[in-house]
């Protein structure tokens, strides 16, 4: 299971990320919009978009087929730069019962995870643990 949680300007925003054919994950509706400070809320969305999982969806064969990321809409910008502006971004991902919280950093290729901001929980952590855990991550970046 694979999440994408960005933060931008005090709001969270969690694609359902679809699973493509080549294992490569691309963001797709339902997408939560949480602001950051709204715990309750934001715990709800992040257990639904962990309950989502990653659905099949197809891959676009030729760039011009790609959609523009469905983020985009939900912040109100017209382009993945105007997005990145101030963004924060996290992968919350879990792979047979180990859950790891990874946050990324902005390289000149892309965003890549950040390994001194990577968090391992052991086997058999509660995916409510991950989420508290995750919230305050969140609660805490700086604006």
């Not at 699973?19 to 709204?38: L, N, Q, T």
């Amino acid at each position: 299971m694979n999440c994408h949680i960005s933060l931008r300007n005090g709001i969270v925003y969690m694609p359902t990320m679809g699973r493509m054919s080549r294992g490569f994950y691309r963001g797709v509706e339902p997408v939560a919009v949480v602001p950051a400070k709204a715990t309750e809320a934001l715990r709800q969305a992040l257990k639904a978009t962990i309950a989502r999982g990653n659905p099949a969806v197809s891959q676009p064969q030729r760039r011009h087929d790609w959609p523009p990321p469905v983020v985009l809409k939900y912040a109100g910008v017209k382009s993945w730069s105007a997005f990145e502006r101030g963004l924060q971004v996290w992968d919350l991902n879990e792979s047979d019962g180990i859950f790891q919280i990874a946050g990324n950093t902005r390289g000149p290729q892309g965003w890549v995870e950040d390994r001194d901001q990577a968090i391992n929980f052991p086997l058999g952590t509660s995916v409510d643990s991950v989420i508290d855990r995750m919230i305050a991550i969140l609660q805490d970046a700086p604006i």
